[in-house]
C-alpha cells in the first residue's frame, strides 16, 4: 500500500487549492493517512522487537492506536465532542468485532480450527467489560439527576483518572507476567516485514507522527461538509468511517497473523486495541479537553453507543474466551457488526 503514500501531498495540494470541494478533500486526505498508519505500526513493532519486553510494551501502549489519538485530538480541538465519542466507540466496536471477526475466518478458512492464550483473552475481555460499566455511569447519573452538567463534569474528571491508573495496572500485571520474549524480533519480522534499525525505526515514528497530525488537521475540517454531501450522520461517520481509517494498518497485522497461523497474536491486537481506547484514550481525551479543546468533554456517551459497545463486548466475551476458534465463530461477530452498521445508517440519531 506503499504507493498510496503519493496521496499524501496530493492531500496537502487539494486542502489547499480547493478547499470547497469537501469530498474530494476527505477522500484524499483519508486514503493519505492508511499508509502513513501503517509505517508506524512497522516502525513500532522493530522499536518493540529491538527493545525488550517492558519497552516495548509501552512503546506499543503509546503508539498502538496513535493514528485513532492523533484523529480524536484534532477532532476534540475542533469542539466535535460527538464525533470524537462516536470514534472510539466505533473503533473498539470495529476491532473486537469486525477485525477479529474477519481475523477469525480467514484464520479458519485455511487452518480449521485455530488456538491461543485464553487467558490473555478473558483478561482483556475483563477490561472491555470494565470500561463499558464505567462508561454506562455518567449517562446513568444524568437520567436519574437531570440537568447536572456540573457534577457530571467532576464525575467524568474522576473517572477517567480511575480508568487510567487501573489501565497502568493492566500494562504492569501483563509486563510482570509474560515470558521472556525469544523470538520476538522474529514475530516482528513476519507481521511489520523486514528488520531496520533502531534509528531509522524511530526518525520513522516521527515522520509519520507528523504526518498524521498534519492530515488529521485537514480531515477534521472537512469532515462534517463531506457526510453531508454524502448523506452520512455524524454517527455513523464516527462510528463506521473514522474508525476504520484511524486502525487500518493495526487492523492489517491481526488479519496477517491469523493467516499465518498465528491467532494469539491476532487476539491480542484486536482485544488489546480495544482496551487501549477504552481505558487510555477516553479517559485521556477527556483530561486534554481541559487544555486543547473549547470546553471539557465528559464521559457521558450516547445511549445508542453504549449500548452498542456493550453488546459487542458481551458477544465478544461468548466467542472468544475459550482458547480455540474457528470461521463460524468469525461469521458471528462479523454478523453483529452487518446489524450494527444497519441500524446507524438508518437511524442518524442511535448515538444520542
Given at each position: 500500500m506503499y504507493w498510496m503514500l503519493l496521496l499524501v501531498p496530493l492531500a496537502i495540494v487539494l486542502h489547499h487549492l480547493m478547499p470547497g470541494n469537501a469530498l474530494l478533500v476527505f477522500g484524499a486526505t483519508a486514503l493519505a493517512i492508511v499508509p502513513l498508519a501503517a509505517l508506524m505500526s512497522r516502525?513500532?513493532?522493530?522499536?518493540?522487537?529491538?527493545?525488550?519486553?517492558?519497552?516495548?510494551?509501552?512503546?506499543?501502549?503509546?503508539f498502538g492506536n496513535a493514528a485513532e489519538f492523533i484523529i480524536a485530538l484534532a477532532a476534540l480541538r475542533g469542539g466535535l465532542h460527538g464525533m470524537v465519542k462516536a470514534s472510539i466507540a466505533g473503533t473498539i466496536i470495529g476491532n473486537i468485532l469486525f477485525v477479529l471477526g474477519l481475523s477469525m475466518v480467514l484464520g479458519g478458512l485455511r487452518h480449521g480450527h485455530q488456538r491461543y492464550d485464553a487467558a490473555s483473552a478473558r483478561m482483556q475481555a475483563t477490561m472491555l467489560t470494565l470500561a463499558v460499566i464505567t462508561l454506562i455511569l455518567p449517562a446513568s447519573y444524568r437520567a436519574v439527576v437531570p440537568g447536572a452538567e456540573t457534577?457530571?463534569?467532576?464525575?467524568?474528571?474522576?473517572l477517567s483518572?480511575?480508568?487510567?491508573?487501573?489501565?497502568?495496572?493492566?500494562?504492569v500485571f501483563t509486563l510482570r507476567s509474560a515470558r521472556s520474549g525469544e523470538g520476538g524480533e522474529q514475530a516482528a519480522h513476519d507481521a511489520h516485514g523486514a528488520p531496520m534499525s533502531n534509528g531509522r525505526a524511530a526518525l520513522l515514528l516521527g515522520a509519520t507522527s507528523v504526518g498524521?497530525?498534519?492530515?488529521?488537521?485537514?480531515?477534521?475540517?472537512?469532515?462534517?461538509?463531506?457526510?453531508?454531501?454524502?448523506?452520512?450522520?455524524?454517527?455513523?461517520t464516527g462510528v463506521f468511517v473514522l474508525a476504520v481509517i484511524g486502525g487500518a494498518a493495526e487492523q492489517a497485522t491481526a488479519l496477517v497473523a491469523a493467516r499465518k497461523n498465528q491467532m494469539t497474536l491476532s487476539m491480542s491486537i484486536a482485544l488489546g486495541s480495544g482496551v487501549q481506547l477504552a481505558l487510555l484514550v477516553a479517559p485521556l481525551l477527556v483530561l486534554l479537553s481541559y487544555v486543547v479543546g473549547p470546553a471539557p468533554m465528559s464521559l457521558e456517551f450516547g445511549a445508542g453507543l453504549i449500548l452498542s459497545v456493550l453488546v459487542a463486548v458481551i458477544i465478544t466475551g461468548q466467542v472468544a474466551t475459550d482458547g480455540h476458534s474457528d470461521w463460524l465463530r468469525g461469521v458471528q461477530l462479523l454478523g453483529l457488526y452487518v446489524i450494527l452498521a444497519t441500524l446507524f445508517w438508518f437511524v442518524p440519531d442511535v448515538a444520542a
Open positions: 516502525a513500532t513493532g522493530a522499536l518493540a522487537a529491538r527493545l525488550g519486553p517492558s519497552i516495548g510494551g509501552l512503546l506499543n501502549a503509546t457534577a457530571l463534569q467532576d464525575i467524568s474528571l474522576v483518572v480511575l480508568l487510567l491508573l487501573v489501565y497502568l495496572a493492566t500494562v498524521i497530525i498534519w492530515l488529521s488537521e485537514i480531515l477534521v475540517s472537512v469532515v462534517e461538509p463531506a457526510s453531508e454531501q454524502l448523506g452520512l450522520s455524524d454517527a455513523f
